[in-house]
């Protein structure tokens, strides 16, 4: 994406740009279509009826009934819901939880906060291309085990994990399987009966949609305790006058997912395997990481040796990527993801997350590949 600045917005992962038909769509409901969808008069209903509206776009595009969507403010909430909502609902079954050694920070910080409530949490590695080895969960689950948490697609290196093979094992343990699907959908397809998961987190402004709504797939008949108590809103699981602009402009972002995935897909993965072909060209010695697995299509993780993130960036002024994820901090001490697949530490500082879009094209992956590679060499001969 070119910016009114002239910068190469290569961030997508953070964040994407919302789409000029989410906005439009939106714009009702910011001006004179403003009931509160609770109303029983006509302007409460129209607000109601674009929520259902919207649910149905969304579950069309992840395969599920509408009425097993739950409306939250976005991806770290769902996230929460889910694990506080199952641990605190069904402890009585189990107070064991898994997840991966690479999961974001909305759900590992989640689990250090029911550790301290007296739940036990083990953690799945990943092999040096940032995968789990299935038979890695059947070695540590347990009749025991409630609840295992994996998330689809990785934000860092864009690793894409066997979901169906690891909820098929939770499974026939007797338990229940949640998947972070923020980073996958409008990436990949993302569907839930293939993925055979119980729930699924997916954020709004990862997929074109305004920030501040995503919404909580929460299998049928599943029950969970709500974390924001108040009135009946989302059938009880989620208290609060909805959001109603936004949750348009998801249902409408979805709707343009569901048109153009497969296109959008071949499309990134050119971009992206241009990209790191010409960075691997001229300089052979960079490491590609999660180069051998399969990823989505529009992540690029590379690593160099000789440089920091940190120096290579501050050249860039007008190239907009990342040293990593968006949610970590400059701290100097690398990345947890990359750690856990055995990157060295002098890799780990070194390493940019390019990642691409539906607004990319040739001529912006052709400038900023050749600012990125000028930059590099200067800092490199300085």
């Known amino acids: 994406m070119l910016l009114a600045n002239g910068g190469i917005y290569l961030d997508y992962n953070a964040t994407t740009p919302i789409d000029p038909q989410v906005v439009e769509a939106m714009q009702p409901y910011l001006h004179s279509n403003f009931g509160n969808p609770s109303s029983s008069h006509e302007l409460g209903r129209q607000s109601s009826r674009a929520i259902q509206d919207a649910r149905l776009h969304i579950a069309g595009l992840l395969r599920c009934e509408p009425n097993e969507l739950i409306f939250t403010s976005g991806g770290s909430e769902s996230n929460n819901l889910a694990l ?8 009585h079954k189990g107070m064991h939880v898994i997840i991966s050694a690479v999961e974001h920070p909305s759900i590992s910080n989640v689990c250090q906060y029911l550790m301290e409530e007296g739940f036990r949490v083990s953690f799945l590695p990943v092999n040096g291309r ?8 059947g070695e540590i689950i347990t009749s025991k085990t409630l609840l295992v948490s994996v998330m689809h697609a990785n934000n860092e290196v864009g690793s894409i994990q066997p979901i169906r093979e690891l909820s098929d094992i939770a499974h026939d343990a007797g338990a229940i399987f949640h998947t972070d699907a923020a980073q996958s959908v409008s990436k990949i397809p993302v569907h839930v009966d293939e993925l055979g998961c119980d729930l699924m987190s997916v954020a709004s402004h990862k997929m074109y949609g305004p920030k501040g709504v995503g919404v909580l797939y929460s299998k049928q008949g599943l029950t969970l305790e709500p ?13 609060g006058t909805e959001n109603v602009a936004s949750i348009v402009g998801m249902g409408k972002a979805a709707e343009l997912v569901t048109g153009s995935l497969d296109e959008e897909m071949e499309h990134l993965t050119a971009l992206r395997d241009r990209f790191q072909t010409d960075l691997k060209e001229a300089f052979p010695q960079i490491r590609v990481n999660a180069a051998a697995a399969k990823r989505l299509p529009n992540t690029l993780s590379v690593s160099f040796r000789e440089l920091t993130a940190i120096q290579i960036i501050e050249n860039l002024p007008d190239i907009y990527l990342s040293m990593g994820a968006a949610c970590h901090r400059a701290d100097g001490k690398g990345s947890g993801v990359l750690e856990a697949m055995g990157v060295p530490l002098e890799y780990q500082l070194g390493t940019l997350r390019i990642s691409l879009g539906r607004f990319s094209d040739e001529n912006q992956v052709t400038l900023a590949t050749n600012q990125l590679i000028k930059t590099i060499k200067y800092l490199l001969n300085q």
């Open 227 to 239: 974390i924001i108590h108040g009135a009946s809103q989302e059938a009880g699981k989620r208290a």
């Open 130 to 137: 940032g995968v789990i080895d299935p038979a890695e969960l």
């Open 84 to 91: 506080k909502g199952i641990t605190h609902k069904h402890a």
